[in-house]
Structures are given as C-alpha cells and as structure tokens.
C-alpha cells in the first residue's frame, strides 16, 4: 500500500461517513413526524398540560420552590464588579472572571463597589 492509496481511502472513509450522516438526519426528520404524533395523541388522551411537564418553569422559579428564604424577594447586594460589568454578591463560590483578575494579581479589594 503506497502513500496514495491510504490518502484515497481515508478520503473515501470521510465521503462515507457524510453519505452515512445525511443518510441518518432523514432518518431523523423521518421518525419526528410520527414521534410527534403520538406525543399528542398520548398529551390528549392524559390531558396533560404544559404546566404539567414543567415547560413555563424556569429553573430559577423552581429553585425559589425548593428554597423558601429566596422565594421572599431578597436578592444579594452586589459587593464586587469589574470594568466589563461582571457582579458577585460575595457568597458561594468566586466567579470565573473574578478569578482570572485574581491570578493576574489584582486584589478582591480592586473590585469592592
């Protein structure tokens, strides 16, 4: 097997797997349609409603559910900011931009609003 020869086959290879990948996203959109169908059929027959499957429920509504002392409105102060308009409240873990000022020697008093 020469240079060109495995050159051509993983050329090849690569057609291949496109077809193949083509092949399968009509495959997809194929069954879709009929997935859907049945989805609302099963949504009808159960009356379910979207509420019911969580999709008007943000995950910040959900986490005020489970967590009472947020549901009350009180929100954190923001204690740091940069330049760019990134906050941090000062609790729970340091946030990623803080972080990089830190380790390029800034210090957390810099940020202090």
């Given at each position: 097997?020469?240079?060109?020869?495995d050159t051509?086959?993983?050329?090849?290879?690569q057609e291949?797997i496109k077809?193949?990948q083509?092949?399968?996203?009509?495959?997809r959109?194929?069954?879709?349609?009929?997935?859907?169908?049945?989805?609302?059929a099963?949504?009808?027959?159960?009356k379910?409603?979207?509420?019911d499957?969580g999709?008007?429920?943000?995950?910040?509504?959900?986490?005020?559910?489970n967590?009472p002392?947020?549901?009350?409105g009180k929100s954190?102060?923001?204690?740091?900011?940069?330049e760019n308009g990134n906050?941090w409240g000062?609790k729970g873990?340091?946030p990623?931009?803080?972080?990089e000022?830190l380790?390029k020697?800034k210090?957390?008093?810099d940020?202090e609003?």
């Amino acid at each position: 097997m020469t240079f060109q020869e495995d050159t051509a086959s993983y050329v090849e290879l690569q057609e291949k797997i496109k077809q193949l990948q083509n092949q399968a996203e009509q495959a997809r959109l194929k069954e879709i349609e009929s997935v859907i169908e049945d989805i609302k059929a099963k949504i009808a027959l159960y009356k379910i409603e979207a509420k019911d499957l969580g999709f008007f429920e943000s995950k910040a509504s959900e986490k005020k559910k489970n967590m009472p002392h947020l549901a009350e409105g009180k929100s954190t102060q923001i204690k740091y900011r940069d330049e760019n308009g990134n906050a941090w409240g000062g609790k729970g873990a340091r946030p990623l931009w803080l972080k990089e000022q830190l380790a390029k020697g800034k210090k957390l008093e810099d940020f202090e609003v």
